[in-house]
Each structure stands twice: as structure tokens, then as C-alpha cells.
């Protein structure tokens, strides 16, 4: 039996690609039509529309308020096809809207109270849209890592934050890539001032505000309102959150953790770069699986894991020789990966 670390995705990962995941993949009827139940009950679309549409709507699909639920739903049922005989889930962690996800597969929420704390914060996310995010390299394509440069960026964001009625922060260190979060003044500000890097970098993120920062302080005090601490329990499963501190179970206090998750969670730094080398160096997994939808978090995976050195890998060539030989991760969003971890599902 092999153990493993799941991680679970965040926002832009159901793209057009995925249309259909929760038709195809989702093993439980019962609990996808009560989530449907539940947003029929608000007024919003339901997972099973949104999932099974004639043609994927950008403007529609990458909404916070129908994002996060599709979001979460896919991970959950990928997390539950899990071939718990063949693996040992030994940690689990999640990148941003993740850590919502996080919380249910760690057995801290229920699968409904996951959703309802997904779906919820999703739409309070979409009605405020206070700021936006940009997505920004400071390692080349060969993912060799780069201090100096990173350290560089990062101090121009503090200049740019510094100057009059500019907010710019980093959001989300995220492997090899700056997430960085702002007003539109500290995100033009930026893009003017870094040298375009791959043909698509500075990449601003459609539908996204500027999470993970001081800007959302609005948006955690009305979740707080809303998700009452007595939804959380002790976790099953240890989890890693945006800081890189492990909730093991047995010793959580779940209002410590309603606390960090409607609190600082929403409004700083979300280090997935920390969470990814905590869950390597702690639990010493065989293989780190990666949930559904989408496949683009196994790149920011792949390059946390050569900013930790571990295992040796130094840049992207290592970690494919090393994927050829004895993977590290298996990302259940790609079928023929899917199938080396999971039931079938």
C-alpha cells in the first residue's frame, strides 16, 4: 500500500475541458441533487445545470458564486474514488478555495457543510468582486529555482503597494508562480513594470478578485456572519492550511479553526508553496495526489517540490525523469492517472 498526500485544487481549475466532470465522475446521486436542492433554494443555478451544459460560458462557469461549488463538488467526488486499499491517505491540503475542500475530505466539515461554506464564500466573493489577481513566473520554464529574483519581485510589489491609492499584495505563492492580489491601479501598475515572460505573463485572472488580502476583510466579516463555528469538528485526517500549520486530529479546536478559515485565511497570503513542503517533509508521502477538476495544479506541485529539494529534484527535467520512473504525483483530473489511484470512478 502506498501513502499519500491529497491536494486540493482552487479557483479556474472546471475550464471548458471539464464540462461533464460531476456527470462522468460523481458517484453519489443523493448528495449531488441535495447540493443542487440547495442552490434550486437560493436562486442559483444547479450544479447539474452548470455541469451538464450544451456549451461552457465563461462568463457563467468562471463565476465565483458557480465556480467554487462546481469546484468543490468535483474534488469531493474524486477524494471519495480514492482506491483506499491500494493508498493510504496520510495528510490532506488544498490551494485557496481548496482549503474549503480541504476541511470536508479532512472530515472537519460535513460533504454539506463543505459545500454550504464553499458555495457560500464563493458567492459573497462574486457579489463584493472587490480588486482582481494576476498570476506572475519568478522561475524560467526549466523551473530552476531563483530567491534573488523572486525577493526582487517581491519588492517591487511592496514600492508599488507604498505608492498613493495602489493596493497590490501577493496573494498566493504558488510554486514557481506570484498570484498577486490588488486594485486595478496596483495590478496596471505592475503589469507595466515586469517584462512579459512566456507569451502570456502577467496573466490577469477572469472573474477573480483580489483574494487572500486586506481587500476581502468585507467579505470574512460577512462569512462570519453567516457560517456558524459549530459546523466545524475534529478532522479525521491531518490538514494543512495556507500557512503550513497542520489541524491534526484529536487536537483541534474548532473555533480556532472556524477563526482561521473566515479570518486570516481569507485575508492573507495563502502559502501553497509552504503547504506543499510541510506535507513532503512531515508526512513523507509516496505520492501526492491531486484531485479534480482541471490538471494546471500539478505544475505548481511539481515546482513547491524542487523549492523544497526534495528528493533532489532541481528543476522540471528531474521531476520528469523521476515521474518516468516512480511518480510523485497522479492527478486524477487526467484519465490515465486517474485510473492508477482511484476505483474506477
Known amino acids: 500500500m502506498k501513502s499519500a498526500v491529497v491536494i486540493c485544487p482552487g479557483r479556474g481549475t472546471y475550464t471548458k475541458s471539464e464540462l461533464g466532470y460531476l456527470q462522468r465522475h460523481f458517484g453519489n446521486k443523493g448528495l449531488l441533487e441535495a447540493f443542487d436542492a440547495r442552490r434550486a433554494a437560493l436562486g442559483q443555478e444547479t450544479l447539474s445545470a452548470l455541469d451538464g451544459a450544451t456549451r461552457y460560458s465563461l462568463a457563467t462557469h468562471t463565476r465565483g458564486d458557480n465556480a467554487s461549488a462546481l469546484i468543490y463538488a ?14 493510504e491517505v496520510v495528510a490532506v491540503t488544498g490551494n485557496s478555495l481548496g482549503w474549503y475542500s480541504t476541511l470536508a475530505v479532512g472530515g472537519a466539515l460535513t460533504a454539506e457543510a463543505g459545500f454550504e461554506v464553499a458555495n457560500t464564500m464563493g458567492t459573497l466573493m462574486q457579489e463584493a468582486l472587490i480588486g482582481g489577481q494576476l498570476i506572475y513566473p519568478f522561475v524560467e520554464e526549466g523551473w530552476v529555482a531563483d530567491a534573488g529574483r523572486k525577493a526582487a519581485l517581491l519588492a517591487r510589489v511592496a514600492e508599488i503597494d507604498a505608492r498613493p491609492d495602489h493596493l497590490l499584495a501577493l496573494s498566493i505563492d504558488l510554486g514557481g508562480m506570484l498570484v498577486l492580489a490588488g486594485n486595478e491601479a496596483g495590478l496596471a501598475a505592475f503589469e507595466g513594470a515586469v517584462p512579459p515572460q512566456q507569451d502570456r505573463f502577467p496573466l490577469r485572472l477572469v472573474n477573480h478578485a483580489g483574494f487572500h488580502c486586506t481587500l476581502q476583510a ?14 466545524f469538528n475534529q478532522p479525521r485526517l491531518p490538514m494543512i492550511d495556507g500557512r503550513g500549520a497542520i489541524w491534526w486530529p484529536g ?39 491531486i ?24 528543476d522540471k527535467s528531474d521531476f520528469q525523469q523521476q515521474q518516468q ?20 470512478v
Open 325 to 344: 520512473t516512480q511518480p510523485l504525483l497522479a492527478s486524477v483530473g487526467m484519465d490515465e492517472q486517474r485510473k492508477t489511484v482511484t476505483t474506477g
Open 251 to 289: 487536537a483541534c479546536d474548532p473555533l480556532a479553526l472556524w477563526d482561521y478559515t473566515l479570518g486570516q485565511q481569507v485575508t492573507e497570503t495563502y502559502n501553497f508553496t509552504q503547504a506543499v513542503r510541510i506535507a513532503a517533509r512531515e508526512f513523507a508521502p509516496d505520492l501526492f495526489i
Open 74 to 87: 468535483a474534488t469531493l467526488g474524486d477524494f471519495r474514488a480514492i482506491d483506499r486499499e491500494q493508498i
Open 218 to 231: 468585507p467579505v470574512a466579516e460577512r462569512g462570519r456572519a453567516r457560517l456558524a463555528p459549530t459546523m
Open 291 to 314: 484531485t479534480g477538476p482541471g490538471t494546471t495544479l500539478g505544475g505548481a506541485v511539481a515546482q513547491a517540490l524542487i523549492l523544497t529539494e526534495w528528493r533532489g529534484l532541481r
